[in-house]
T-cell receptor
């Protein structure tokens, strides 16, 4: 069974810092990995999608990496801003299952 | 920008009532999903559909039912709501199961 773990569960940093969020998964047989952002009481917004053949994806101040063999992904946020405060979730699409398995998320707070 | 809509946004009802949560998307996506999320917890897949007249149960057992009579519409029904059904319900869609997942804003259901 595919399990997805995100550490830490919560993170608080001052504005302007660069930070890294971590995601690990137990089964390396995946099609892709997605990072999402969720604001309180809202739905999820897809930030980045990395196919299993890719090593990283970038969008603005966000960079996501994927190391399939070790079952790890990181989301790097550069020059953090208070508007980045949200819960960040990663999810993998397991081969053969064709459905996403989500981690519990990291709740990020950027302090002005 | 995602075009997937959920109504109502919030719903407070009494035990035993029948309810239908609406989800519609205008992107022509074949794949649609319903997730359940409790506060601070991960998302659990409760139903999915790969096209018209196709529905499957997800990983988390749910007393709800779904239908997919039209591509754009994927409603979820609870025949007799109970307090244990109190949760946030999130609808999502994607063009294929390997591409970005787009979420609606969710329905926060409270059963008294």
């Amino acid at each position: 069974k595919q399990e997805v773990t995100q550490i830490p569960a919560a993170l608080s940093v001052p504005e302007g810092e660069n930070l890294v969020l971590n995601c690990s998964f137990t089964d390396s047989a995946i099609y892709n990995l997605q990072w999402f952002r969720q604001d309180p009481g809202k739905g999820l917004t897809s930030l980045l999608l990395i196919q299993s053949s890719q090593r990283e994806q970038t969008s603005g101040r966000l960079n996501a990496s994927l190391d399939k063999s070790s079952g790890r992904s990181t989301l790097y946020i550069a020059a953090s801003q208070p508007g980045d405060s949200a819960t960040y979730l990663c999810a993998v699409t397991k081969q053969g299952a064709q459905k996403l398995v989500f981690g519990q998320g990291t709740r990020l707070t950027i302090n002005p | 920008e995602a075009d997937i809509y959920q109504t109502p946004r919030y719903l407070v009802i009494g035990t035993g009532k029948k309810i239908t949560l609406e989800c519609s998307q205008t992107m022509g996506h074949d794949k649609m999903y319903w997730y359940q999320q409790d506060p601070g917890m991960e998302l659990h897949l409760i139903h999915y559909s790969y096209g018209v007249n196709s529905t499957e149960k997800g990983d988390l057992s749910s007393e709800s039912t779904v239908s997919r009579i039209r591509t754009e519409h994927f409603p979820l029904t609870l025949e007799s709501a109970r307090p244990s059904h109190t949760s946030q319900y999130l609808c999502a869609s994607s063009r294929t199961e390997f591409e970005k997942l787009f979420f609606g804003s969710g329905t926060q259901l409270s059963v008294l």
